[in-house]
Protein backbone atom coordinates (compact mmCIF):
# COMPACT_ATOMS: atom_id res chain seq x y z
CA UNK A 1 0.00 0.00 0.00
CA UNK A 2 -0.79 1.97 -1.23
CA UNK A 3 -0.90 1.08 -5.03
CA UNK A 4 1.37 3.10 -7.55
CA UNK A 5 -0.53 5.49 -9.41
CA UNK A 6 -4.36 5.94 -9.56
CA UNK A 7 -5.70 2.19 -10.22
CA UNK A 8 -8.56 1.74 -12.98
CA UNK A 9 -11.87 1.54 -12.13
CA UNK A 10 -11.96 -2.01 -12.01
CA UNK A 11 -8.21 -2.42 -9.89
CA UNK A 12 -10.32 -0.33 -7.86
CA UNK A 13 -13.26 -2.71 -7.48
CA UNK A 14 -10.85 -5.00 -6.18
CA UNK A 15 -8.95 -2.97 -3.84
CA UNK A 16 -12.11 -1.88 -2.21
CA UNK A 17 -13.00 -5.78 -2.03
CA UNK A 18 -10.47 -6.59 -0.84
CA UNK A 19 -9.80 -4.15 1.83
CA UNK A 20 -13.43 -4.42 2.77
CA UNK A 21 -14.17 -0.65 2.24
CA UNK A 22 -17.14 -2.16 0.16
CA UNK A 23 -17.96 -5.68 -0.41
CA UNK A 24 -18.22 -7.71 2.76
CA UNK A 25 -17.86 -5.09 5.21
CA UNK A 26 -17.37 -5.34 9.17
CA UNK A 27 -20.18 -3.97 10.36
CA UNK A 28 -22.85 -6.34 11.17
CA UNK A 29 -26.36 -7.16 9.63
CA UNK A 30 -27.65 -6.68 13.49
CA UNK A 31 -25.61 -3.19 13.69
CA UNK A 32 -27.22 -1.74 10.26
CA UNK A 33 -30.96 -2.60 11.28
CA UNK A 34 -30.84 -1.10 14.86
CA UNK A 35 -29.72 1.98 13.08
CA UNK A 36 -32.20 2.16 10.96
CA UNK A 37 -34.59 1.69 13.71
CA UNK A 38 -32.99 4.15 16.00
CA UNK A 39 -33.55 6.58 13.00
CA UNK A 40 -37.02 5.83 11.94
CA UNK A 41 -37.80 5.95 16.04
CA UNK A 42 -36.69 9.53 16.16
CA UNK A 43 -33.59 8.83 17.57
CA UNK A 44 -32.07 12.42 16.95
CA UNK A 45 -27.89 10.76 18.03
CA UNK A 46 -28.43 9.43 14.11
CA UNK A 47 -29.87 12.07 12.35
CA UNK A 48 -26.53 13.32 11.86
CA UNK A 49 -27.47 16.80 11.93
CA UNK A 50 -30.54 16.79 9.93
CA UNK A 51 -33.77 17.16 10.83
CA UNK A 52 -35.80 14.41 9.41
CA UNK A 53 -39.17 15.21 10.70
CA UNK A 54 -41.39 12.22 10.42
CA UNK A 55 -40.45 11.52 6.73
CA UNK A 56 -38.51 8.57 7.58
CA UNK A 57 -40.68 6.83 10.91
CA UNK A 58 -41.08 3.35 8.50
CA UNK A 59 -37.35 1.57 9.32
CA UNK A 60 -38.39 -0.52 6.01
CA UNK A 61 -38.44 2.54 4.20
CA UNK A 62 -35.24 3.37 5.32
CA UNK A 63 -33.68 -0.15 4.74
CA UNK A 64 -34.99 0.36 0.79
CA UNK A 65 -33.31 3.66 0.15
CA UNK A 66 -30.36 1.56 2.17
CA UNK A 67 -30.40 -1.23 -0.41
CA UNK A 68 -30.74 1.36 -3.27
CA UNK A 69 -27.39 3.44 -2.41
CA UNK A 70 -25.22 1.53 -0.40
CA UNK A 71 -26.21 -2.34 -1.58
CA UNK A 72 -26.71 -3.68 1.82
CA UNK A 73 -29.57 -6.67 1.71
CA UNK A 74 -33.07 -5.86 0.73
CA UNK A 75 -34.82 -8.64 2.74
CA UNK A 76 -36.50 -7.02 5.55
CA UNK A 77 -36.05 -10.94 7.11
CA UNK A 78 -32.25 -10.63 6.73
CA UNK A 79 -31.25 -9.82 10.09
CA UNK A 80 -27.94 -11.50 11.71
CA UNK A 81 -25.23 -11.97 9.54
CA UNK A 82 -22.86 -10.26 6.92
CA UNK A 83 -24.04 -7.36 5.17
CA UNK A 84 -22.76 -5.60 2.19
CA UNK A 85 -21.93 -2.27 0.24
CA UNK A 86 -21.69 -2.78 -3.69
CA UNK A 87 -18.41 -1.15 -4.81
CA UNK A 88 -19.97 -0.14 -7.68
CA UNK A 89 -22.12 2.35 -5.98
CA UNK A 90 -19.07 3.14 -4.08
CA UNK A 91 -17.36 4.17 -7.65
CA UNK A 92 -20.55 5.74 -8.79
CA UNK A 93 -21.02 7.70 -6.30
CA UNK A 94 -17.11 8.70 -6.28
CA UNK A 95 -17.85 9.83 -9.78
CA UNK A 96 -20.46 11.93 -8.64
CA UNK A 97 -18.30 13.89 -6.18
CA UNK A 98 -15.56 14.50 -8.37
CA UNK A 99 -18.11 16.23 -10.53
CA UNK A 100 -18.70 18.74 -7.47
CA UNK A 101 -15.03 18.78 -6.87
CA UNK A 102 -13.99 19.99 -10.53
CA UNK A 103 -17.35 22.58 -10.13
CA UNK A 104 -15.15 23.62 -6.90
CA UNK A 105 -11.62 23.61 -8.35
CA UNK A 106 -13.33 25.84 -11.60
CA UNK A 107 -15.16 28.13 -9.66
CA UNK A 108 -12.14 28.48 -7.52
CA UNK A 109 -14.91 28.24 -4.50
CA UNK A 110 -14.44 28.21 -0.73
CA UNK A 111 -14.92 24.87 0.25
CA UNK A 112 -14.90 23.76 4.06
CA UNK A 113 -13.48 20.09 5.31
CA UNK A 114 -14.08 18.03 8.37
CA UNK A 115 -14.35 14.85 9.87
CA UNK A 116 -16.19 12.83 12.66
CA UNK A 117 -14.21 9.67 11.93
CA UNK A 118 -10.38 10.95 12.06
CA UNK A 119 -8.71 7.57 12.70
CA UNK A 120 -9.98 6.20 9.11
CA UNK A 121 -10.91 9.68 7.09
CA UNK A 122 -8.44 12.53 7.87
CA UNK A 123 -5.92 11.78 4.71
CA UNK A 124 -8.76 11.28 2.38
CA UNK A 125 -10.14 14.97 3.37
CA UNK A 126 -6.19 16.26 3.95
CA UNK A 127 -5.40 15.12 0.42
CA UNK A 128 -8.40 16.73 -1.11
CA UNK A 129 -7.94 19.65 0.82
CA UNK A 130 -4.62 19.46 -0.75
CA UNK A 131 -4.99 19.13 -4.13
CA UNK A 132 -8.12 21.90 -4.38
CA UNK A 133 -5.86 24.28 -2.66
CA UNK A 134 -3.41 23.76 -5.38
CA UNK A 135 -5.73 24.22 -8.10
CA UNK A 136 -7.56 27.68 -6.65
CA UNK A 137 -9.57 27.35 -4.52
CA UNK A 138 -9.38 28.95 -0.57
CA UNK A 139 -9.62 26.39 2.01
CA UNK A 140 -12.30 27.61 4.95
CA UNK A 141 -10.31 28.54 8.07
CA UNK A 142 -12.37 28.31 11.04
CA UNK A 143 -12.75 30.51 14.06
CA UNK A 144 -11.17 30.30 17.17
CA UNK A 145 -12.05 29.36 19.80
CA UNK A 146 -14.87 26.72 19.17
CA UNK A 147 -16.48 24.55 21.82
CA UNK A 148 -19.41 22.10 21.99
CA UNK A 149 -20.71 19.78 24.67
CA UNK A 150 -17.95 16.66 23.71
CA UNK A 151 -14.85 19.41 23.51
CA UNK A 152 -13.21 21.68 21.02
CA UNK A 153 -13.90 22.26 17.38
CA UNK A 154 -9.95 22.75 16.35
CA UNK A 155 -8.76 22.68 12.50
CA UNK A 156 -5.83 19.83 11.91
CA UNK A 157 -3.71 19.55 9.03
CA UNK A 158 -7.02 21.65 6.86
CA UNK A 159 -9.57 19.55 8.59
CA UNK A 160 -12.26 20.69 10.88
CA UNK A 161 -11.97 17.53 13.79
CA UNK A 162 -13.89 17.52 17.29
CA UNK A 163 -10.58 17.50 20.00
CA UNK A 164 -11.23 16.21 23.35
CA UNK A 165 -8.35 15.50 25.80
CA UNK A 166 -5.85 16.39 23.75
CA UNK A 167 -7.21 13.63 21.25
CA UNK A 168 -9.10 13.49 17.66
CA UNK A 169 -12.28 12.83 18.79
CA UNK A 170 -15.19 10.36 16.78
CA UNK A 171 -18.31 11.67 17.00
CA UNK A 172 -21.34 11.54 15.17
CA UNK A 173 -22.75 15.04 16.12
CA UNK A 174 -23.87 18.32 13.93
CA UNK A 175 -23.08 20.37 16.62
CA UNK A 176 -19.37 21.22 15.71
CA UNK A 177 -20.50 22.29 12.37
CA UNK A 178 -23.45 24.75 13.58
CA UNK A 179 -20.89 26.45 15.99
CA UNK A 180 -18.57 26.50 12.75
CA UNK A 181 -21.15 28.02 10.88
CA UNK A 182 -23.07 30.06 13.47
CA UNK A 183 -19.28 31.65 14.11
CA UNK A 184 -19.13 32.71 10.41
CA UNK A 185 -22.26 34.56 10.13
CA UNK A 186 -21.44 35.81 13.53
CA UNK A 187 -18.42 37.27 12.24
CA UNK A 188 -19.77 38.64 9.04
CA UNK A 189 -17.49 35.41 7.12
CA UNK A 190 -19.18 34.11 3.65
CA UNK A 191 -20.12 29.90 4.03
CA UNK A 192 -18.69 28.11 2.50
CA UNK A 193 -19.44 27.53 -0.94
CA UNK A 194 -19.04 23.25 -0.15
CA UNK A 195 -18.38 21.36 2.85
CA UNK A 196 -16.67 18.27 2.07
CA UNK A 197 -17.27 16.15 5.07
CA UNK A 198 -18.66 13.00 7.31
CA UNK A 199 -21.22 12.30 10.01
CA UNK A 200 -23.17 15.29 11.39
CA UNK A 201 -20.51 17.52 9.81
CA UNK A 202 -21.93 17.08 6.12
CA UNK A 203 -25.32 16.63 7.76
CA UNK A 204 -25.83 19.75 9.70
CA UNK A 205 -24.02 21.87 6.49
CA UNK A 206 -26.71 20.33 4.21
CA UNK A 207 -29.78 21.21 6.64
CA UNK A 208 -28.04 24.63 6.77
CA UNK A 209 -28.68 25.53 2.99
CA UNK A 210 -24.41 25.11 2.11
CA UNK A 211 -23.49 22.39 -0.42
CA UNK A 212 -22.17 19.17 1.36
CA UNK A 213 -21.07 16.12 -0.01
CA UNK A 214 -19.46 13.46 2.27
CA UNK A 215 -19.14 9.63 2.80
CA UNK A 216 -20.85 7.05 5.11
CA UNK A 217 -20.78 4.02 6.59
CA UNK A 218 -23.63 1.34 6.15
CA UNK A 219 -25.23 1.75 9.66
CA UNK A 220 -25.33 5.55 9.01
CA UNK A 221 -28.50 5.72 6.84
CA UNK A 222 -29.11 9.37 7.54
CA UNK A 223 -26.67 10.94 4.69
CA UNK A 224 -28.06 8.83 2.16
CA UNK A 225 -31.68 9.83 3.61
CA UNK A 226 -30.51 13.14 3.02
CA UNK A 227 -28.99 12.60 -0.85
CA UNK A 228 -32.80 11.41 -2.03
CA UNK A 229 -34.12 14.13 -0.58
CA UNK A 230 -31.98 16.32 -2.15
CA UNK A 231 -30.51 17.94 1.21
CA UNK A 232 -26.65 16.31 0.95
CA UNK A 233 -25.78 16.49 -2.66
CA UNK A 234 -23.38 13.05 -2.54
CA UNK A 235 -23.10 10.60 -0.33
CA UNK A 236 -19.98 7.89 -1.07
CA UNK A 237 -20.84 4.54 0.84
CA UNK A 238 -17.71 2.46 2.20
CA UNK A 239 -16.70 1.04 5.52
CA UNK A 240 -15.82 4.27 7.46
CA UNK A 241 -12.92 2.62 10.09
CA UNK A 242 -11.07 -0.24 8.20
CA UNK A 243 -7.68 -1.52 9.39
CA UNK A 244 -5.72 0.66 8.07
CA UNK A 245 -6.18 4.14 7.02
CA UNK A 246 -3.69 3.69 4.22
CA UNK A 247 -6.40 1.21 2.39
CA UNK A 248 -8.17 4.61 1.24
CA UNK A 249 -5.14 5.78 -0.54
CA UNK A 250 -5.99 4.61 -3.65
CA UNK A 251 -9.70 5.60 -3.84
CA UNK A 252 -8.44 9.27 -2.96
CA UNK A 253 -6.00 8.68 -5.86
CA UNK A 254 -9.07 7.83 -8.25
CA UNK A 255 -11.26 10.37 -6.85
CA UNK A 256 -8.75 13.31 -7.29
CA UNK A 257 -7.82 11.89 -10.82
CA UNK A 258 -11.71 11.92 -12.05
CA UNK A 259 -11.88 15.51 -10.92
CA UNK A 260 -8.53 16.31 -12.67
CA UNK A 261 -6.78 17.42 -9.35
CA UNK A 262 -3.81 14.98 -9.85
Known amino acids: MPIPGTPSRAELVDHLVRTRIAGDVATPRENNLSHYRQLANGNRHYWLGLELGDR ?3 EQDVLAVMAERVGVNDDPEYRYGQ ?3 DPELTIAALDRLAGRLRKAADGQQRVLFATGHP ?3 L ?4 ATAAALRAAGCEIVVIPEGLTTEE ?3 MQFADVAVLEHGATLWHTHSGEPMKAILTAM ?3 GRPLPDLVVADHGWAGYAGQHGVDSVGYADSNDPALFLAEAEGTVQVTVPLDDHVVSPRHYDPM ?3 LLAEAGLS
Open 123 to 126: DVHR
Open 56 to 58: WSD
Open 185 to 187: ERE
Open 119 to 121: GGL
Open 252 to 254: TAY
Open 83 to 85: DTI
Open 151 to 153: GYV
